[in-house]
């Protein structure tokens, strides 16, 4: 079974910064990762899949890097709108299962 | 525009099974480009898949509930459905249906969510 960690448990950060995330697998899932945004009360929104394509709509201040066991979620200037959980999810291909990492909460400094 | 809606009874009682459905509006179940899943959220805490379909029937679920869980769909009717057995009050949380992509295996359209409580 592969566990997903995610790293810091909480990001505070003021607006206008960068804020980055880490994400790590406990076994290889290659490029099978994708992001979530999730706010109180609304479900979780894709923002990256593959590792580091952006799904339709996400503005290009959120990116994606990383490969096989190391991943990071990168928001280059965090607007009011960005502040809410984030969470890594892998897809493991055979068997077909997926996994969601613990998540990061980004909020306000 | 695709929606996903799920329905189902708010409260259940321990050791009974949980039924949830989600419609698919706005769009075709059966697609080869699509399949589709449950995923729940405990209160206050993070997400955990539970299991999905494909349009053929085929299931697969997560090994810790599989024992518990039976994945369905109806195309005539254009849904798919949830069930899980003996329930626990582990098993409050609310639930999510979703679309997944089948080229990139992530979940791009979400129903809106349900709670579900176990409680006497």
């Known amino acids: 079974e592969i566990v997903m960690t995610q790293s810091p448990a909480t990001l505070s950060v003021s607006p206008g910064e960068r804020a980055t995330l880490s994400c790590r697998a406990s076994?290889?899932?290659?490029?099978?990762l994708a992001w979530y945004q999730q706010k109180p009360g609304q479900a979780p929104r894709l923002l990256i899949y593959g590792a580091s394509t952006r799904a339709t709509g996400i503005p290009a201040r959120f990116s994606g890097s990383g490969s096989g066991t190391e991943f990071t979620l990168t928001i280059s200037s965090l607007q009011s709108e960005d502040f809410a959980v984030y969470y890594c999810?892998?897809?493991?291909?055979?068997?077909?299962?997926?996994?969601f990492g613990p998540g990061t909460k980004v909020d306000i400094k | 525009q695709l929606q996903l809606q799920e329905s189902g009874p708010g409260l259940v009682k321990p050791s009974e099974t949980l039924s949830l459905t989600c419609t698919v509006s706005g769009g075709s179940i059966s697609s080869s480009s699509y399949y589709w899943g449950w995923i729940r959220q405990p209160p206050g805490k993070g997400l955990e898949w539970i299991g999905s379909i494909y349009y053929s029937g085929s299931t697969y679920y997560n090994p810790s509930l599989k024992s518990r869980v039976t994945i369905s769909v109806d195309t005539s009717k254009n849904q798919f459905s949830l069930k899980l057995s003996s329930v626990t009050a582990a098993d409050t949380a609310v639930y999510y249906c979703a679309r997944i992509i089948t080229m990139i295996d992530a979940f791009d359209i979400w129903g809106q969510g349900t709670m579900v409580t176990v409680s006497s």
């Open positions: 999810q892998q897809y493991n291909n055979w068997p077909p299962l997926f996994t």
């Open positions: 076994q290889s899932v290659s490029s099978n």
